[in-house]
């Protein structure tokens, strides 16, 4: 039966075939290493960035002063970005809230 190795081990290989001038398949093969296993473990390491990448964040807010002048919700971050909407915007910003990067 073949040896199982575990997440770090693959972590490692992962990261010396990226340090790598050789392809993917000619590093498998240098190292002896299954090209079907390399592959699913390089598979699990985009999945989890992709999800990493997906997921919300809840971050806290302050409000500083009020949070509306006149008709419009001003919303800042210290990152820099400004988003301006009308008040009656205020149902649908949590979904344009989640789709910002």
């Known amino acids: 039966m073949a040896k199982r190795h575990g997440p770090v081990y693959w ?5 010396a075939c990226k340090q790598n001038d050789l392809t ?11 090209t079907k296993s390399f592959y699913r473990w390089l598979r699990k390491e985009k999945d989890a960035a992709t999800a990493a990448k997906s ?19 001003r919303l800042r971050t210290p990152g820099g ?5 009308p008040v009656g915007s205020a149902p649908w910003l949590p979904d344009l809230l989640r789709h910002l990067p």
Do not use: F, M
């Not at 972590?11 to 990261?15: A, I, V």
């Not at 970005?81 to 909407?85: A, D, G, M, Q, V």
């Open 81 to 85: 970005w400004r988003i301006e909407l």
């Open 24 to 34: 993917q398949k000619d590093y498998c093969a240098q190292h002896g290493l299954s």
């Open 55 to 73: 997921s919300l964040t809840l971050v806290p807010v302050s409000v500083v002063g009020s949070a509306t002048t006149g008709n419009l919700i």
């Open 11 to 15: 972590q490692k290989h992962l990261d």
